[in-house]
């Protein structure tokens, strides 16, 4: 079973259980089935900059960011419960919502396109 949590932090307007819906989708679509952990956060410009500068060393407010818990060090502790955690899915709402005007498109999709972006980056796909 996949186990997606979305934590919309500063409680933007999504359907959660929608992004929750596409995620795990597309994780199925790409043979990911069992036992598999996500989660994703919705923050603002400020969190994200604070991200940024804390683990890229970059002033950049980013549209979304992707971190694998194997880039989380040992002290972390998984808990017992025998299932994969994939990782953790950043998305800027904000910036998300000037990009979505931008490209005429409605907010909520270029969310859940953000969160398939940082999704594909925790399964090993990446771009140039």
Do not use: W
């Not at 683990?55 to 299932?83: A, G, M, R, W």
């Not at 490209?103 to 398939?116: A, G, R, S």
């Amino acid at each position: 079973m996949i186990s997606v949590s979305v934590k919309n932090q500063s409680k933007y307007p999504v359907n959660v259980d929608e992004i929750e819906r596409c995620l795990s989708t597309l994780l199925e679509q790409r043979g990911i089935v069992s036992n598999t952990k996500v989660s994703v956060a919705l923050v603002g410009k400020k969190q994200m900059l604070d991200i940024s500068r804390k683990y890229l060393k970059d002033d950049k407010v980013h549209n979304v960011l992707s971190f694998t818990y194997s880039e989380v060090s040992d002290k972390f502790i998984f808990p017992p419960d025998n299932s994969v955690h994939l990782g953790e899915i950043i998305v800027c709402y904000p910036k998300a919502n000037d990009e979505a005007k931008a490209e005429k498109v409605d907010t909520e999709e270029k969310i859940k396109e953000l969160v398939k972006h940082g999704a594909l980056h925790l399964i090993g796909i990446h771009h140039d």
